[in-house]
């Protein structure tokens, strides 16, 4: 398996702009995760899915952020507007069942000018 | 979940034994001990886990107090690849929120060639 699939790797873009991040979990895992990670706040997980839907979504920042699970095999994590404070890296996570191994992508570096 | 404490940093020569240590003493009975490790520029992977017996796998050994109130991640020969954030992590795998990893600030290891 190619493991978590992220997409873009890297990501500039100027305040206001809307963002979009991709993942493709590994296939079979029912359970994809977004997390967030920064210099100040070190890896938070941001929401998260099972079987596509939703399950909790508590670290979610703010109303400019959304994510969706259309498919078993895709998820998009979406700001709009970004500020320069959402710059972090992003990201994505699967696993088989929540108390499994959780296995990450390489992540996608934000930089919101 | 219960917290856990590591240090900050710790040094490493190439080629010998690392032990990186975890103080837990918040741990209920039904937590696991967890340890992932981040690689610069790379999401956070998994390295091995136990509950209260001594755990040995191809990439570390883990060995847990009597007690459980501490453990010990031990790499028996440190490479520069080693070379990582070491993230010690409980997950009670029965509760709800199990698949919840909270990540703290791990221990940051620099291997000397």
């Known amino acids: 398996d190619a493991g978590v699939i992220q997409s873009p790797r890297h990501e500039v873009t100027e305040m206001g702009q809307e963002v979009t991040l991709r993942c493709k979990p590994i296939?079979?895992?029912?359970?994809l995760f977004w997390y967030r990670q920064t210099m100040m706040r070190g890896l938070e997980l941001l929401i998260y899915f099972n079987n596509n839907v939703p399950i909790d979504d508590s670290g979610m920042p703010e109303d400019r952020f959304s994510a969706k699970m259309p498919n078993a095999s895709f998820s998009t994590l979406k700001i709009q507007p970004s500020e320069p404070r959402d710059s972090a890296v992003y990201f994505c996570a699967s696993s088989l069942a929540p108390e499994e191994t959780q296995y990450f992508g390489p992540g996608t570096r934000l930089l919101v000018l | 979940d219960a917290k856990t404490t590591q240090p900050n940093s710790m040094e490493s020569n190439e080629e010998e034994p690392v032990h990186l240590p975890c103080n837990h003493s918040?741990?209920?009975?039904?937590?696991?001990i967890h340890w992932y490790r981040q690689l610069p520029s790379q999401g956070p992977e998994y390295v091995i886990h136990?509950?209260?017996s001594n755990v040995n796998n191809r990439m570390a050994s883990l060995a847990i107090a009597e007690d459980r109130k501490s453990s010990t991640l031990i790499l028996h020969r440190a490479t520069l690849r080693d070379a990582a954030v070491y993230y010690c992590i409980l997950r009670d795998e029965w509760a709800a929120g199990a698949n919840n990893l909270f990540f703290g600030t791990g221990t940051r290891l620099t291997v000397i060639p």
């Open positions: 136990g509950l209260t």
């Open positions: 296939s079979g895992h029912d359970y």
């Open positions: 918040t741990i209920s009975g039904t937590d696991y």
